[in-house]
């Protein structure tokens, strides 16, 4: 019985995350929108585009490989699977013990190793110069993540993230400059990642500028739609990670009952809202940086992931 | 001593590392003296904290010095000579600021190994405090290596002076008098640099110190 309910719960966690991802991306639009003053596409817009580039009939060129038709899958399901593996509303999931902090880079990684050798399959040289971006941007922000990972381990003394956030949540955290630290190198490394504004506009399609729409410039028809869900996807696991890691308040602890369950969805959303408005309230007031400069923004990130974790070593308790 | 005033003392003493950092990452003169200012403003608020948790009155004499000297008096000082010397929209690059910065976390990770090594036996918080003391010295003194333009060779100087009083924080039973003549000496210093500025001005048209180094070659 109880194995059921657990099943229950993980399906439900994996089936929430696809059915909000469209929406906080549509979320986001309305309200950068609303920002300039514009009316703005209605908050399901993504839901519809998502249904009509379903039913469209895939473009493919002409040398266009095996690969390029299975990388959307590939992404797709990679993506998947690892924002499924961020508690959302309840720790302690069936198969939390995967949600492992270094398991979700890792998969993160495979996704877009096949996002950028797909890219390149077709040739056309948007394709390459969107792939050699995301790649240099890449091996900088990975780099940032592993380092802030290292101190949130040594922290809490676990990668698992069921045992961070169970770990934030209790007193003993207190105030530590090297969190904070980590919350401002991950927010920076999830703007890369998700190629927002000051890296990357998610709303450009000018040559010189993009980096994700470069990549993706070949795909059509249902391929497009399973990348586009896949971006969405990959926005709404950075914002649940960011969530659960430092604002792990109201997380449903394991094997809790439907109240606790309730009052965890109900956070989760209101995080997630709280996340969305920030971030466009971000995007609307900064202006794109030229592409040269994302090195010196991530090496910002990953030079604060290796000072939180130096001071780690200095704070109470880490003295030796 | 409780748990949250460690952690407290800590985030302050930090964030002057971080502010370190910032101020090797300005390459523009105009803020780069606001990010001094900023740092002078966390060491007050870090000794005045100090001399709460250590129950120390005459620390916030010293506090109040850091505030009024160094994140007033002297950063606006230092805003009126750019002025004057018509450098405040300057941008300068000499090393690049990812190398700066690689050396720079060397640098306090040296700091808190020596620092960890040296000072087994003295309590935390002195401990965690002469480390990050010893990484904003070092901080301070690898912006004077690295900058070009006089001004920010005194802001770096300063900046590591900024280092010396947290240390000086940090060791319990530093006299009042020798606190207050290292801030009176501090700001002689400074009065004295600033009227050099003028000095290099006046003779080779620049404030960039390589001109002092060319000026040397030609003399050979």
Known sequence: ????????????????????????????????????????????????????????????????????????????????????????????????????????????????????????????????????????????????????????????????????????????????????????????????ENSRIPIDNPATHLELTMVHEAMVLEYSGRHLAVIELAASLKLLLYVSLIACLFLPWGLAPAGSGGLALAIGLASYLGKLALAGGLLALFETAIAKMRVFRAPEFLGAALMLGFLGTLLLFVSRGGLR | MSGLDFDFAHLLAGSLVLISFMMLYQDRLTALINVFALQALVLAMSVAWQAYIQAAPHLYVTAVIALVFKALVIPGALHRIIKRLGVHREIETVVGVGPTMLAGIGLVALAMVVMLRVTAAADQLAREDMAFALSVLLLGLLMMVTRRNAVSLIIGFMSLENGLVLAATGAKGMPLVVEISVAFSVLIAFIVVGVFLFRIRERFDTVDVSALDRFREAQK
């Open chain 1, 1 to 192: 019985m109880a194995l059921i309910r657990d099943l229950a719960i993980q399906a439900t966690q994996m089936t929430l995350v696809l059915a909000l991802a469209p929406l906080l991306t549509g979320f986001i639009r309305k309200l950068k929108a609303r920002l300039v003053r514009r009316q703005g596409p209605p908050l399901l817009q993504p839901y519809r585009d998502l249904m009509r580039l379903m039913k469209k009939e895939v473009v493919l060129a002409d040398n266009a490989s095996w690969l390029f038709r299975v990388a959307p899958y590939l992404i797709f399901a990679a993506t998947w699977v690892a924002a499924a593996l961020v508690p959302t509303f309840a720790t302690g999931l069936l198969f939390s013990w995967s949600a492992d902090l270094i398991a979700i880079i890792a998969l993160l990684g495979s996704a877009r190793f096949f996002l950028a050798l797909a890219a390149m399959d077709v040739g056309t040289s948007f394709g390459g110069i969107g792939s050699s971006r995301e790649m240099m941007i890449a091996t900088l922000a990975e780099p940032a993540m592993i380092m802030i990972v290292f101190s949130l381990a040594l922290l809490a003394g676990s990668t698992q993230l069921s045992s961070v956030a169970t770990y934030m949540l209790s007193p003993h955290v207190g105030l530590r400059v090297t969190l904070g630290m980590a919350l401002v190198a991950l927010i920076m490394v999830a703007i890369a």
